[in-house]
């Protein structure tokens, strides 16, 4: 299936039993733990890159299992956080490749805006437990997610980072 929205294709995960199933475990998840990133942010890199705007995707494992870091965006932190080692890590690979000063801030929706899609294999997690949520279901939704991007009219570059998001495989 086609789909010409973000809105378009969570609408139609959200109709299968598996997704309900998740979104189920999740919400049972946060009201005794705290889980990240807040529901209203889980699909906020879909706000920050439009579909049809989608150049690059970059896959990370999960969120950031932190206060106040994962906002759903991959390696993204909201303005102010301090930055995680994982985003060091990826700004001093872009400085050492191209050059110019080490960025100060983590919140990388400016990139989104540009057509990288910044997505994880997992879309939530439980505070301080990395790895929390890997087998409640989002596997799923990820590999849903990227067959349809493979299927989609523009040529893509896909970034997978860690040994646990290279898992998510197309087929192709």
């Known amino acids: ?39 209203q942010d889980m699909f906020s890199c879909f706000a920050a890159c439009p579909l049809d705007r989608v150049k690059v995707v970059v896959i990370g494992q999960d969120p950031y ?28 690979e872009l400085v050492d490749d191209i050059g110019g000063d080490m960025p100060t801030s983590g919140f990388l929706e400016p990139w989104g805006k540009q057509g990288v899609l910044m997505m ?18 989002w596997m799923e939704f990820s590999e849903n997610l990227l067959k349809m991007l493979n299927n989609y009219d523009q040529p893509l570059v896909l970034k997978i980072g860690g040994s646990a998001s290279s898992k998510s495989r197309t087929g192709d």
């Open 1 to 39: 299936m086609k789909f010409s929205t973000w809105r378009e294709f969570v609408e139609d995960q959200a109709e299968q039993p598996y997704f309900r199933a998740l979104m189920n475990r999740v919400d049972a998840e946060r009201e005794k733990y705290d889980v990240y990133p807040a529901r």
């Open 65 to 92: 299992h932190g206060p106040g870091q994962a906002h759903g965006m991959s390696f993204s932190v909201k303005p102010g956080v301090k930055l995680p080692p994982s985003l060091q890590n990826i700004f001093k």
């Open 120 to 137: 994880n294999t997992s879309w939530s997690v439980r505070r301080g437990q990395a790895g929390s949520h890997a087998g409640y279901g």
